[in-house]
């Protein structure tokens, strides 16, 4: 079974930053694509930026040129790096591997989410 375990999230005032990561952990697996959603109070979770296991990268508007998508392979992890926050930013951050291979099929798996809070 894997899981995914994200960790960095906090508060932080408007204008700051936080470096979130989410660590994958089972045995005997392969992920190939990476993602971070975010859901704030009351609305629907929405994707944030993907990373496949190549490298290739796709932010939402809302993340582009604030963002930033990173992976290392060989910790199964990837990470967030999040500049010039805003409140809207506030929201849970979940991590998501949409194509695990294991070894006779694919599974998605979800973190658990870690919390960001923008405020003054």
């Known amino acids: 079974q894997v899981q995914l375990v994200e960790s960095g999230g906090g508060l932080v005032q408007p204008g700051g930053s936080l470096r979130l990561s989410c660590a994958a952990s089972?045995?005997?697996?392969?992920?190939?694509?990476m993602a971070w959603y975010r859901q704030a109070p009351e609305k629907q979770r929405e994707l944030v930026a993907t990373?496949?296991?190549?490298?290739?990268?796709n932010y939402a508007e809302s993340a582009k040129g604030r963002f930033t998508i990173s992976r290392d392979n060989a910790k199964n992890t990837v990470y967030l790096q999040m500049n010039s926050l805003k409140p809207e930013d506030t929201a849970v951050y979940y991590c998501?591997?949409?194509?695990?291979?294991?070894?006779?099929?694919?599974?998605?798996?979800w973190g658990q989410g870690t919390l960001v809070t923008v405020s003054s």
């Open positions: 990373i496949t296991r190549g490298g290739s990268i």
């Open positions: 089972g045995s005997d697996f392969r992920i190939n694509t």
């Open positions: 998501n591997a949409p194509d695990i291979r294991v070894p006779t099929r694919f599974v998605e798996v």
